[in-house]
């Protein structure tokens, strides 16, 4: 009797934990940002496009840090978790999201020499990554840090709701950070959602942060490559005026 007691009020515990993590909060207000940081600086202030993908990787790069530091949570640890699976499988995203791009897009002009070395730095790789960060890894880690401990963490169906839950969230993050550019506020929705499933694979299965960044930064690097006027893969469109 005296066991079951504890057992139970040891489960009520854990259950208030989980219920009142920071982690949600920080969850919560990544959403918030997703969605303010590109509608202010490109419905708002047009600023230049690469000007743009330099302050929103000072962005990202500032939450995940101020999120890591504030709970604990070991982002070191994390990128040496099944690292191995992790490039591989960021390896076969971003080919199947480089597919994408080349069947849908029509390749258009680009320049040459050092500014298209350049374009494939910063607009493929660096705000690739970015985006992946933002996208994938914050939400993905976050969810599961939130039920890390809990009753659902223990078991293999328990983890599966989790990952159900961490796409999900990853998804509202892909959502409300694309409504932010005007442009996306319409039927092109459908693909950065589309896309997100299958870029968010290699970090939901090891929970290694580096996977969903290189799938990311492949396919805006193919982007860069073949279809540099692209108004889908390179936003934002609005700001272009100003480059």
Do not use: C
């Amino acid at each position: 009797m005296g066991i079951h007691a504890f057992d139970s009020r040891g489960e009520r515990r854990s259950v208030a934990r989980f219920a009142l993590s920071q982690h949600w909060l920080w969850l919560a207000g990544g959403l918030g940002l997703a969605f303010a940081f590109p509608f202010l600086l490109t419905d708002v202030a047009a600023v230049n496009r690469d000007v743009f993908y330099g302050l929103y990787a000072v962005m990202v790069i500032a939450l995940l840090a101020a999120w890591s530091r504030s709970t604990g949570y070991d982002l070191v640890a994390a990128a040496k978790r099944h690292w191995i699976a992790a490039l591989l499988l960021g390896i076969a995203a971003g080919g199947l999201l480089a597919a994408t791009v080349l069947r849908t897009e029509d390749s258009t002009p680009r320049p040459d020499g050092l500014e298209l070395a350049a374009a494939v730095a910063w607009r493929g790789i660096v705000y690739g990554m970015t985006d992946g960060l933002l996208l994938s890894v914050f939400p993905i880690l976050v969810v599961f840090a939130a039920f890390a401990g809990t009753r659902l963490d223990r078991r293999f169906a328990g983890k599966a709701a989790i990952g159900a839950i961490a796409l999900a969230a990853s998804l509202a993050m892909t959502a409300v950070y694309h409504a932010g550019y005007s442009d996306f506020r319409s039927e092109k929705m459908r693909k950065p959602l589309t896309g997100d499933v299958v870029w968010s694979v290699p970090t939901l299965l090891t929970l290694n942060p580096i996977g969903a960044p290189i799938a990311h930064a492949t396919m805006h690097t193919t982007a860069v490559l073949h279809s540099y006027e692209t108004d889908t893969f390179l936003p934002p469109t609005s700001s272009r005026r100003h480059e």
